[in-house]
C-alpha cells in the first residue's frame, strides 16, 4: 500500500487530534510493561534495580510448585466458563421474552431495571449480597425458614460459593447484553414474519426458524469475543465476596496474583503469575478474533 502524501497533510489536524491519546495510551499501557522484567529477577524494593539479581525461571518453576496452584488455575476457568455460557443464553432468552412484550412503557421499564446494576461497583453491589445472602438476616434464608429448611451458608460454602459468583455476575451484567441482542431483533426483515403467518408457522416455530437465525451472528460474535475472559474470573466480585473459608473454590488467578504481590511481597513471584495470564489470555483473543471474522465475518483489523 502506497502512502498518500496528500490524504496525510489533509488529515493532519485529525492525526493531531489523536496524538493526546496516543501518548496517555503509550505512557500508562506500554511504558509499565517495563516492569516485566523483574518476573526473571529476584527483585527487592529495598535494594531497588541498582543490585539485580536475575535468577531464569525459578519464579516460574516456583509458582508450578506451589499446591494450590492447579486448583487456582482449575477455578479461573471453571468460574469463567460458567460465566461465559450464562453471559449467553441468559440475555438470549431474556431479549427473546422482552421481544414479545408489546406494551412498549413495560417493556421499557423492564429494560431500565435490568440494566441499572450494570452501572454499579462490585463494592456496592457487594454488600447488597452479602445482606441478601446473610444466613441470618438474610431475606434467602429467612424464606428457607419459613419453608420449614436449614439456612445455608452461601459465601461459606465451597459447593455454593461458585455458583453464587456466577448468578451475581449475571444480576449485574445480563441487562447489558440483553439491549444488545434486543437491537439486533430490529435488523430482522418483517417480512418474514409476515410470510410464515401465512405459511401457518406459529410463534415457538418463527422464533425457532427466524429470530434465532437473524441473530445468530451477533451471538457467535459475542460468545468468540468473550474467549479472551477465561483466565479472567473477575477480581473486583470475587475479592469483593469471598474469604479464607472458600478460598478452595474461589480463589483465582487475580486474587492469587494480589495476594503473592501486595500481601506477602513476593513481586517477581506476582508478576510472573501476571505475565503467563497475560500470554494465555492473548493466545484466547487472537483465537477469539479469528473465529469472529470466520464465523460471524467481524474483524478489527
Not at 526473571?40 to 543490585?51: E, I, L, R, Y
Not at 536475575?54 to 477455578?75: A, E, H, I, K
Request: net charge positive; glycine share 8%.
Amino acid at each position: 500500500m502506497r502512502f498518500n502524501t496528500k490524504k496525510f497533510v489533509r488529515n493532519i489536524p485529525l492525526h493531531v487530534m489523536i496524538l493526546p491519546a496516543l501518548i496517555i495510551i503509550i505512557i500508562f499501557s506500554y511504558v509499565p510493561m517495563a516492569g516485566l522484567v523483574i518476573a526473571f529477577q529476584d527483585f527487592s524494593p529495598v535494594a531497588g534495580f541498582k543490585h539485580i539479581t536475575w535468577n531464569g525461571l525459578d519464579n516460574f518453576r516456583y509458582l508450578f510448585d506451589l499446591p494450590g496452584f492447579s486448583t487456582v488455575v482449575w477455578n479461573t476457568v471453571f468460574i469463567s466458563t460458567m460465566k461465559i455460557v450464562a453471559g449467553l443464553t441468559v440475555p438470549v432468552i431474556t431479549a427473546l421474552l422482552l421481544n414479545e412484550v408489546r406494551v412498549n412503557g413495560f417493556k421499557r421499564t423492564i429494560q431500565t431495571i435490568i440494566y441499572m446494576p450494570h452501572f454499579f461497583s462490585w463494592v456496592i453491589l457487594g454488600g447488597i449480597v452479602v445482606d441478601v445472602l446473610s444466613p441470618s438476616s438474610g431475606i434467602v434464608n429467612m424464606l428457607l425458614k419459613a419453608l420449614g429448611m436449614q439456612p445455608i451458608q452461601f459465601l461459606a460454602d465451597n459447593n455454593w460459593f461458585p455458583y453464587i459468583l456466577v448468578i451475581t455476575d449475571q444480576w449485574k451484567e445480563f441487562g447489558f447484553g440483553t439491549i444488545i441482542y434486543l437491537a439486533a431483533l430490529t435488523s430482522i426483515d418483517t417480512s418474514l414474519y409476515e410470510a410464515s403467518i401465512i405459511d401457518g408457522a406459529g410463534r415457538w416455530k418463527q422464533t425457532w426458524h427466524i429470530t434465532l437465525p437473524g441473530i445468530r451472528p451477533i451471538m457467535i460474535l459475542m460468545l468468540t469475543l468473550s474467549l479472551g475472559n477465561v483466565l479472567n474470573g473477575g477480581f473486583d466480585q470475587v475479592f469483593n465476596l469471598y474469604n479464607p473459608l472458600v478460598y478452595e473454590s474461589g480463589d483465582i488467578l487475580d486474587t492469587m496474583i494480589y495476594r503473592i504481590g501486595l500481601q506477602e511481597a513476593q513481586y517477581s513471584v506476582s508478576t510472573a503469575l501476571g505475565l503467563i495470564k497475560s500470554v494465555v489470555s492473548c493466545g484466547f483473543i487472537g483465537l477469539g478474533y479469528y473465529l469472529a471474522y470466520r464465523f460471524a465475518k467481524y474483524r478489527i483489523f
